[in-house]
Structure formats: C-alpha cells, structure tokens
C-alpha cells in the first residue's frame, strides 16, 4: 500500500471542503469566475489527489445500495483511492474490521460491550468510533396479489403473533379489524426472517420485544430466535424468498421493497407507512444510549413513541472505524471518505430513492460525526 506524504497529513483538514465538491453531478471545479472558489476548488483538488491506498470495508448489506453510490462519487475526486465494500451482514463485518482484516465495518447495530472492548487492541491503543451515517425505516414486507390497499395496517402485537405462528391466515379476525374496509385473503401466512446473522434483525426483533405489549417473549438478537421457520440469507435473500411465495411476509431495508407491500405500523391512535420522513423524526426524538460517548454516536431508538408521524421500525446503521490507525495513508483515507458520507452532498446522494432512499441525517448530527470524524489520528 502506498503511503501519502507530509503534504497529505496536513491536506486532512481540507476534508470538509473536499466533501463539498462532490456533488450528484460530479467534482467538476466550478466556473464561477471567483477567485476564492477557484483557489478552494483547486486546493481540495490537490487534496484529494495526494490520497492514494486501499480502503477495504465490509458489513451489513442494508447500507449496500448507498455504499455503492458513495463509493463511485468519492472516486471521481480521490481516483487514487481504491475503496472497496463487501456486503455478509453486520455480524460479519463487525468481526472482520476485529480481526483486523478491513479498515472499516458497516454495522445495523451497535457493537457489544465485548467489541468495544476487544476494538482498543485493533485501533493500536486508542477506541472504535461509531458513526450513524445511514438512517433507514425497516419495511414489513409482504406478497399478496390481489389486495389493493396502499398499505396493510398492523399494531406491533399483530406482527409479533404473525412472526411467532399465533396468526396463520391473513383473514384472521385480528388482521380483519385493523383493517376494516379491505378484504383479506383466506391464505396461508409464510413469514420470512434472515438466516444470517444480521443487524436488520436484531432492529426488528428490539421493536417487537419492545412495543407488542409482551406478545413477543424473545430478546432482541442478530440472530432470529425461532427455529424450523423459512428464510433467506441477506437482504436480498430474504426479499427474493418474500417475492417467491404468495402469502410470505418479512423485513427489510425499506428500500429494497420494491413492489411488494408494506404494512402500516400502529402508532398512538394512528397507523403510519414507512417514509424517509417518519424515520429521521423517530432518530431525532430517541435518546443515545447509555454508553455513547463523543466517539461512539450510538442511538437508543423509542421503539414505543406514540408522537405523530414517526415511524418507529427503523433501522441506523453505523460507519465503524478506529480513532487510531497505524498507517498514514489509511488514516487520511478513511476521514475523507467518511467526511464525504456524512456531508450534505453525501447524504442527499443516499436519499434519492434510486440510490437507496435513506434519511438524511440532521445538521446537528452532522456537526457530531465530523467531530468524531476529525479526531482520528496515527499512531505515534
């Protein structure tokens, strides 16, 4: 792996306005006419092309689609930066960026007290920085040709008894009254849950443990706690394995629904569908966890809120890294690639539903994670 040179290590504090030339149209250098921003332009340019190196993640394939995008607009202006993400799921990628094997991880849950721990030993001494950079709702997805509802409305009790073999048939009296007006089937219910161990699911299995009114008697888990059942591994196994069977229903990242439906989650006196909207509202009105620190943004969603317009099913997935690296070349690349992530230009680029739909972080947040960002160092 090449390292930069001096002139790279200071050129990190141009990373913010790096981040700002990467727009949905490029990193063209604008034509202003302006002197000031011709000499930034220019400036970030150089920045930009004294990175060079490898920059290998991997994790959890929710945030795949909006990775891929990240991945193709930080290249137009760092083309010396090789930056590479591998899907396999949030438990994976936790246990590779460990391990030492990638530089960075894509988890849709937190890491564990353990993790945290065992991360100072790979970050040379210092800690993992956790960074909720993509924000989305988790779809309840479902195959039923033939019903003509926007949406199918069900309260956390009604999908936790569906996913735990209570509710068999979709005209069953309970799904009948929380949507009175649509005519249900009289088919077989297929639930479909990942096989692989995933963040998604432990985000899903938290909200039914949490708001099914004790229907649902399992912890939150990667792992789905249920055996004998059907299943698909990954995101997109599982959508393919919904799509497959009439009759199926499951969970995913809402942007991979596709034309499947989705159900309305019951919320206070109101069911309320899935939307970028609805999800960074449920974000920004949840407290941080107990042990978040200035490093580790990790958010402690209120599965159980009962304010209009959120959308309590909803997934964060979390950019790790190291605040210490031991290469130079791998600690100026990873803080410009995740300062272009959390930028505006960044975000809004993951939210356009043909890129992955996702909801933007808020200014706020924004000015947390580049502090997170920022302190990463090299080991002395």
Not at 155 to 178: H, P, R, V
Not at 181 to 207: C, E, H, M, Q, W
Not at 325 to 341: G, M, P, Q, V
Request: glycine fraction near 10%.
């Amino acid at each position: 792996m090449k390292r930069v040179n001096n002139r790279s290590l200071a050129s990190i504090a141009l990373v913010g306005a790096l981040a700002a030339t990467l727009t949905a149209c490029g990193a063209d250098a604008t034509t202003s006419g302006k002197t000031t921003d011709a000499g930034k332009d220019a400036a970030t340019t150089e920045a930009a092309a004294d990175l060079s190196g490898n920059l290998a993640g991997a994790g959890a394939t929710s945030v795949e689609k909006a990775m891929g995008g990240w991945i193709a607009k930080f290249g137009e202006t760092a083309p010396d930066v090789t930056v590479s993400y591998a899907g396999g799921g949030s438990s994976a990628g936790r246990e590779q960026f460990l391990a030492g094997g990638i530089l960075f991880a894509g988890s849709d849950s937190a890491l564990k007290p353990e993790e945290v721990t065992s991360a100072v030993d790979r970050c040379f001494g210092g800690e993992a920085i956790e960074l909720p950079l993509y924000i989305s709702p988790i779809a309840v997805v479902y195959n039923l040709p033939g019903v003509d509802a926007a949406n199918i409305n069900m309260s956390a009790s009604t999908i936790a008894k569906i996913f735990s073999g209570q509710i068999t048939n979709w005209n069953d009296a309970a799904l009948a009254a929380e949507n009175e007006g649509t005519t249900l089937p009289d088919l077989a219910i297929i639930p479909v849950n990942r096989s692989d161990a995933s963040g998604t699911t432990k985000n899903f299995t938290d909200y039914l443990a949490k708001a099914s009114d004790g229907v649902w008697t399992h912890e939150a888990s990667d792992d789905w706690p249920i055996s004998g059942t059907q299943s698909g591994n990954g995101t997109s196994g599982l959508i393919d394995t919904v799509t497959g069977a009439e009759g199926a229903i499951g969970y995913a990242d809402a942007s991979r629904a596709g034309d499947l439906g989705t159900v309305a989650l019951k919320v206070g006196d109101a069911y309320v569908p899935f939307s970028t909207e609805a999800a960074a509202k449920v974000v920004d009105a949840s407290p941080r966890a107990d042990d978040a620190t200035d490093k580790r943004l990790v958010v402690k969603i209120d599965r159980t809120t009962t304010e209009a317009g959120t959308y309590p099913l909803v997934l964060v997935s979390y950019s790790i890294a190291c605040s210490t690296y031991d290469d130079a070349a791998d600690a100026a690349n990873i803080k410009a690639f995740l300062s272009y992530i959390a930028s505006p230009e960044g975000q809004e680029l993951a939210s356009d539903a043909k890129v992955a739909g996702s909801a933007p972080i808020s200014d706020a947040l924004r000015t947390e994670v580049q502090a997170a960002i920022d302190s990463i160092t090299v080991k002395s």
